[in-house]
C-alpha cells in the first residue's frame, strides 16, 4: 500500500568552508605548508609573497555569495564587480616591508643522498675471490637482509628460492658456507638469523681476552639465562665472581642488536619535528607565539584584479568575456574563502594553546611534570567556548617549543585521580613519581610492583598493583626481575 506523508525534520550542515577549516585546523606545520602549496598551484588567483592587500572589500559576505549564486545565468551573467575591485589605489612601496623575522624564511630539510645499505654490502664482496655461483648466492643473500641486518628465512626456503627465481641449484650446506663468508661484511652481525647468533658474531671480532672468552660461553651456551638476568645460576655454572662477570655482561649490553641500523650510508628519511608554538619566560610571566611558518602572508593575484577591472570598462561584452570573468570569479571566491580559512586557523590555534598555556601555568614555569594538573579535553574547550572536536584537532600531531624542550601538546592532557587528602591529581605526577622511585631503586634488587604500590600508597598515592604494573608499561620499564643488575 503506497500513501504520502510529510515529515518535518531538523539537520545542520556544515558548510564547504567549515569543512575546509576543520582540515586546515588538524594540520601540523609541515603539512599545512604542503597544503598551503597546494592551493597555490591550484589557485591562480591565490598569491603569497612579502606584499599584502589590506582591502576592506575583500572580506567576503556567505549570505551575498549565496545570492549572487542563486541569480547567475550561464548565458546572461550579472557580476558586482565592484565587489571585487578596491576603490583605494594604494602604492605597492606602502604595502612592502623588510622587517621580516627568521621564521618568515622559507625553510627546506636537505636530504643527502648515498649509497644504500645492500648496495654497501655487495661492495665488499669484491674484496673475496669468490666464484661465479658462490658469488650470485652471495648477493641473494644480501637481498634478503632486513633493515635491521637479519636474515628472517631459513637457509631451506633461500635454497628453493634460488632455483626458481635465480636458476642456481645448489643446497643448504652450500648456502651456510656462504653465509659464513657474508657475516664477515662490515658493520659486525650483518647476516644473521637470530639476535644470539648476531650477538656472537660480534664477539668473536673482538678478540680472546678471558672476558670475551667468557662473555661468548655466556651467549652461546647460556643465552636463555643472561636474557632472564639468572645471575647466580651464571655464576655457580661458570665458577667465576661477580666482578668478572659483571665485566662480560658490560661487553654484550655494548654490542649492537641491530647492525644494519648502524649502517651510516643508509638513506632513509629521518622525520624533523617543527615546533608549531613556542613559550618562553620573561620576565617570570609566560609568552605564547606561534611559528611564522603558520601565518603565511596570502592575498588575492593583482592580475586578476586587472582583469575584472578591464572587463568594467568594456561596454560591449562577448559571451566568451563572461564566461572567463565566471571562471575568475570562482577563483577569487575560493581564494578568499582560504585566506579567511587560514587567518581563523591562526586564531584558533593561538586561543586554544594560550588556554592550554595559562592552565597549566604552574608546569610551564618550572618544568616539573609532577605539577601538571589535570586536565581534559572539554577543559580546554568550556574555557574557550569552542567544540570539543576542535580542541582536539589542535592538540592532535602538534608540538610546542618550551624552555624544558620541545613537547606534544597532548601529553599535557591527562585523566585525574584522587590521593589520600581528597585531592584530585594528574595521572602524570603519579607516573613521574612512579619512574623517580624505580630510577633511584638497588638495581641488585629491584622493587616489585607491589612494593612500589606501597611505596606510592605511603606517598599519598593509594593505586592498585595492577594500575602499578599499567602506568610501568606506559613508561616502558620492564618487570623487577629484567631490572636487576649485578
Known amino acids: 500500500m503506497l500513501k504520502q506523508q510529510f515529515n518535518l525534520k531538523l539537520s545542520q550542515k556544515l558548510s564547504p568552508q567549515q569543512i575546509q577549516l576543520m582540515k586546515l585546523i588538524q594540520l601540523p606545520t609541515q603539512a599545512f605548508e604542503q597544503r598551503l602549496k597546494q592551493e597555490i598551484e591550484e589557485n591562480p588567483a591565490l598569491d603569497t609573497g612579502k606584499e599584502k592587500t589590506e582591502n576592506p572589500d575583500d572580506e567576503f559576505s556567505n549570505e551575498n555569495q549565496e545570492e549572487e549564486y542563486a541569480n547567475d545565468d550561464t548565458n546572461d551573467i550579472e557580476i558586482n564587480i ?3 575591485l578596491s576603490d583605494d589605489e594604494i602604492p605597492n612601496y606602502r604595502l612592502q616591508a623588510n622587517n621580516y623575522s627568521a621564521d618568515d624564511d622559507d625553510k627546506s630539510v636537505p636530504y643527502a643522498s648515498g649509497t644504500s645499505f645492500n648496495q654497501h654490502l655487495k661492495s665488499q664482496l669484491n674484496t673475496y675471490r669468490l666464484s661465479e655461483n658462490d658469488y650470485q648466492i652471495a648477493v641473494f643473500l644480501i637481498g634478503s637482509i632486513d633493515e635491521s641486518g637479519y636474515i628472517r628465512r631459513s637457509l631451506d626456503d633461500i635454497a628453493d628460492d634460488l632455483a626458481f627465481t635465480q636458476n642456481i641449484y645448489t643446497d643448504k650446506t652450500q648456502v ?9 661484511l662490515d ?8 639476535l644470539q647468533e648476531c650477538l656472537h658474531i660480534q ?7 678471558p672476558t670475551m672468552v667468557l662473555a661468548q660461553r655466556i651467549i652461546e651456551h647460556s643465552f636463555e639465562h643472561f636474557t ?3 645471575y647466580k645460576k651464571l ?3 661458570y665458577s667465576v665472581s661477580e666482578e668478572q662477570l659483571k665485566d662480560a655482561i658490560e661487553e654484550i649490553e655494548h654490542l649492537n642488536p641491530k647492525p644494519g641500523g648502524s649502517f651510516a650510508g643508509n638513506t632513509r628519511i629521518v622525520e624533523h619535528v617543527v615546533p608549531d608554538f613556542t613559550i618562553r619566560i620573561v620576565e617570570g610571566e609566560l609568552e605564547l607565539s606561534l611559528n611564522g611558518r603558520n601565518a603565511p602572508e596570502l592575498h588575492v593575484s593583482g592580475a586578476y584584479n586587472d582583469m575584472l577591472r578591464g572587463y568594467k570598462e568594456t561596454k560591449k561584452k562577448t559571451k566568451s568575456q563572461k564566461d572567463a570573468v565566471q571562471f575568475i570569479k570562482q577563483k577569487l571566491d575560493a581564494a578568499k574563502w582560504f585566506i579567511e580559512a587560514v587567518k581563523q586557523r591562526q586564531q584558533t590555534l593561538m586561543i586554544t594553546m594560550s588556554a592550554i598555556m595559562h592552565y597549566q601555568k604552574d608546569y610551564f614555569l618550572s618544568g616539573d611534570e609532577r605539577h601538571l594538573k589535570p586536565m581534559i579535553l572539554k577543559d580546554i574547550a568550556d574555557e574557550i567556548e569552542m ?23 597532548k601529553e599535557f592532557f591527562s585523566e585525574s585521580m584522587t590521593n589520600d587528602q581528597g585531592e584530585e591529581v594528574s595521572t602524570r605526577e603519579i607516573k613521574k613519581i612512579l619512574e623517580i622511585t624505580i630510577e633511584n631503586e638497588d638495581k641488585r634488587k629491584p622493587l616489585t610492583d607491589e612494593k612500589l604500590a606501597a611505596i606510592l600508597k605511603e606517598k599519598g598515592y ?9 602506568y610501568r608499561e606506559q613508561l616502558d620499564m620492564p618487570v623487577a626481575r629484567l631490572r636487576k643488575k649485578i
Open 387 to 409: 567544540d570539543v572536536s576542535t580542541i582536539s584537532r589542535v592538540a592532535n600531531s602538534k608540538y610546542v617549543d618550551t624552555p624544558y624542550g620541545t613537547k606534544l601538546i
Open 462 to 470: 593509594p593505586i592498585a598493583r595492577r594500575t602499578v604494573a599499567k
Open 82 to 84: 565592484d565587489e571585487y
Open 235 to 237: 655464576l655457580s655454572k
Open 228 to 230: 632472564k638476568k639468572h
Open 203 to 209: 664477539l668473536q671480532r673482538k678478540g680472546l681476552n
Open 187 to 194: 658493520p659486525a652481525g650483518v647476516g644473521a638469523r637470530n
Open 176 to 184: 651456510e658456507k656462504v653465509l659464513m663468508l657474508v657475516h664477515q
